[in-house]
């Protein structure tokens, strides 16, 4: 199947600095990736929509400046955590969706996700 | 909105065993399922998935069973092993609109 990375799978930083996450997809170009938090023994929770060339969408609740997303080009899309506190630890998931022809439902292809700890 | 929950947050079967996961959604306009396993550190793997023009799909070792009548979904893994244990994910969207919804989740814990 289609392998979308994450980069770096963990990192530890500490308080008050920012953090960038990488997602690509390796073997497709993706117009639009998606983003996703996971706290421990949760499910996940759509931060936001991730669209190649415009801005990302993002879900209520979820703060634009404190989460930066930028998706320079099909095949990467990444995540900067903005002045970093210890509630913003998490992992952090992105996916991509391969796309087909007649409608956005294609498979979806997640990252292997990253774990960001902050101290 | 949308919500999709799990009858059992945990599961404990015997290698062997035929496990069931359950997932209620909500939406009556969902029309697309997945099953996710997701491995502990890891992101979500695909296992399978199902549209709401059907109500059985079969994979490897794989079954995924949709009553729309009740907004209900199971997934049946059969001869559980080992390698099974993981949390498994339901989620649910719409055609038309590409986002899913994940339900909480349920532990599969397979003993040897």
């Known amino acids: 199947g289609a392998v979308v990375s994450q980069h770096p799978s963990w990192v530890i930083c500490k308080s008050g600095t920012s953090v960038k996450i990488e997602c690509r997809s390796l073997d497709f170009q993706a117009t639009t990736m998606f983003w996703y938090r996971q706290f421990p023994k949760q499910s996940l929770m759509l931060m936001a929509t991730s669209n190649e060339g415009s801005k990302a969408t993002y879900e209520q609740g979820v703060e634009k400046d404190k989460f930066l997303i930028n998706h320079a080009s099909l095949t990467l899309s990444t995540l900067t955590v903005t002045s970093a506190h210890p509630e913003d630890s998490s992992f952090y998931i992105c996916?991509?969706?391969?796309?087909?022809?007649?409608?956005?439902?294609?498979?979806?292809?997640f990252g292997e996700g990253s774990r960001l700890t902050v101290l | 909105g949308e919500s999709v929950g799990l009858h059992l947050p945990t599961l404990s079967v015997q290698e062997g065993d035929n496990s069931i996961i359950n997932c209620a959604y909500s939406n009556s306009a969902s029309d697309y399922f997945i099953w996710y396993k997701q491995e502990s550190g890891k992101g979500p793997q695909f296992i399978i998935d199902?549209?709401?023009?059907?109500d059985k799909r079969q994979g490897q070792r794989v079954t995924v069973l949709l009553n729309k009548t009740v907004k209900h979904l199971s997934l049946q893994i059969a001869a559980t092993q080992p390698g099974d244990s993981a949390v498994y994910f339901c989620?649910?969207?719409?055609?038309?609109?590409?986002?899913?919804?994940f339900g909480k989740g349920t532990m599969l814990l397979v003993s040897p």
């Open positions: 989620a649910a969207g719409s055609t038309g609109y590409s986002t899913l919804t």
């Open positions: 199902i549209r709401s023009n059907m």
């Open positions: 996916s991509a969706r391969v796309p087909i022809a007649g409608g956005p439902s294609g498979e979806l292809f």
